[in-house]
């Protein structure tokens, strides 16, 4: 066992909060280290999560394009086939590209990057197992919790990797399901579910609630249900799962309906998607003398403090959405503070998204959400088949809508579902961060055609101004 005892910072978990807060530090002069059980930096999110996931999505996408779209553009070819072995390769190599070259800025900032699993002994001391068994204890003046989330794992649906799988499980199937059962309408799900929907397996999603995505707004989910409905994806809403049998290659899985009626569906592999928990076990926190809230989150302040002063904690592992940037900003942040800055983060402007096709992406509150604050609203929508961009890339579903305050027209929350609204909904983000109103976008001249001009027309929408439609 060797000690270190020259740290400014320990990071445990090197995910998208730990390693962007690790270079962050470094940067402001921080001697800095940073603890994964991974060779490589990225966490969940870079190794089986955001970006994998978003590979097979574009992957399963084009293969879809070229069975369904491409003979509309004037694009015409005969056997058009899939070669899985060949998809996931490709998004193995994005994986690795880019966990490389996140290792490669750890190298640049001067960060010391320990592969292994890390523990407290104290509120400044971490002792470090390796994979060979040999252990190694960090001391530093102040410790970083960033590890992340897991998936929930269902008491009477053991995860055994094979027939009921994990959402990691299902970016690696090595062969397409032919038909695939997944519990949990939520993004993971859905995003899953359209990978194999596209390549070629029947999809069923059973989820407890009375509608899909329940964070988002409720005619977004809406209307996201129909055109996934249209897509081929099946729905079994309001049920609540009760188990699932295997015999032989295949099984079955079993749940409620909401009449109380038991009924079963027949499938080949069960994907588990009903939520993600904080990482926190093998941690000895109590060691620390680290406290968690009720929901099992590790409690912080403002400052993402715990209740011991020098040991912080952010991302996954902390209270708010499980999102890979609010865990980035929330590492440069609590970085800075440490520096002596104003770190900060608006909680209020982080967006989200659903990358199935259309895309769903949101920043503020759903009308759901200002109608039961009692603040007086007005809301305007604006089709993307009125778009000239939509229309030429023939992706006309979904539709822009803005919600803002009717005393003085700040935006309250902006919702697309359309064609790249993970990419339009920065806008709409920059000018909540700046205290803007549906007037001060309505007013901004946005290049034509393009599809962010559907923002602009439901934002004159507020004041009744739309021009095209």
């Known amino acids: 066992m060797s000690s270190n005892q020259n740290y400014d910072l320990v990071i445990i978990g090197a995910g998208p909060g730990g390693y962007v807060a690790a270079i962050r530090a470094a ?8 603890i994964d059980k991974r060779a490589t930096p990225g966490g969940t999110c870079l190794h089986v999560g955001c970006i994998p996931s978003k590979a097979l999505l574009d992957s399963s996408e084009i293969y879809e394009l070229a069975q369904t779209k491409f003979k509309r553009h004037g694009v015409e070819f005969d056997n058009v086939t899939l070669n899985l072995p060949n998809m996931m390769k490709r998004k193995g190599e994005v994986v690795k590209g880019l966990t490389m070259g996140v290792l490669g800025l750890m190298k640049k900032n001067k960060i010391d990057y320990i592969q292994g699993a890390g523990r407290f002994l104290s509120k400044t001391e971490v002792e470090v197992e390796k994979a060979d068994g040999s252990k190694e204890t960090l001391t530093a003046k102040n410790m ?18 094979e027939f009921v799988c994990d959402s990691t499980d ?14 949990g309408g ?14 070629g397996a029947k999809v069923t999603v059973i989820e407890m609630l009375p509608r899909i995505l329940p964070p988002m707004d409720g005619e ?4 996201m249900q129909k055109m996934l409905k249209r897509q081929g994806l099946e729905f079994k809403l309001g049920c609540k799962v009760t188990g699932c ?22 499938c080949d592999k069960v994907v588990v998607a009903v939520g993600r928990r904080p990482y926190t076990s093998g941690l000895d926190l109590e060691a620390a003398g680290v406290q968690l809230d009720a929901m099992k989150r590790v409690a912080i302040n403002e400052r993402f403090q715990t209740s011991v002063e020098n040991i912080y904690a952010i991302g996954d592992a902390v209270e708010g959405p499980m999102l890979a940037h609010k865990a980035e900003e929330e590492g440069v942040a609590c970085a800075e503070i440490l520096a002596g800055k104003p770190g900060h983060i608006d909680k209020d402007t982080i967006p989200n998204v659903v990358y199935t096709w259309p895309e769903v992406a949101s920043v503020g509150k759903t009308e759901e959400e200002v109608k ?11 089709p993307f088949m009125a778009n000239g961009r939509a229309k030429a890339m023939g992706e006309m579903d979904g539709f822009v809508k803005v919600i803002a305050a009717k005393e003085d027209d700040a935006l309250l929350g902006v919702h697309i579902v359309g064609p790249r609204a993970s990419d339009m909904i920065a806008e709409a983000v920059c000018a909540m961060a700046f205290g803007g109103s549906a007037e001060d976008i309505a007013r901004i001249c946005h290049a034509h055609p393009t599809l962010s001009e559907a923002l602009k027309e439901a934002a004159l929408g507020i004041d009744g101004r739309t021009i095209h439609m």
Not at 150 to 155: A, G, I, S, Y
């Open 245 to 266: 049998e295997k015999t032989g290659a295949a099984g079955s899985v079993s749940y409620i309906n909401e009449k109380g009626e038991t009924e079963s569906v027949e």
């Open 186 to 199: 939520g993004v993971i799900g859905l995003e899953l579910g359209s990978v194999w929907r596209r390549l």
């Open 372 to 382: 039961g604050s009692g603040v007086e609203y007005i809301s305007a929508t604006f």
């Open 27 to 34: 940067q402001l002069g921080l001697k800095t280290a940073a």
């Open 170 to 183: 299902a970016l690696s199937f090595d062969k397409v399901p032919e038909r695939l059962v997944l519990i």
């Open 220 to 223: 977004c989910a809406e209307a």
């Open 144 to 161: 970083l919790i960033a590890t992340g989330s897991e998936p929930v794992e269902l008491p009477f649906m053991k995860f055994d990797h």
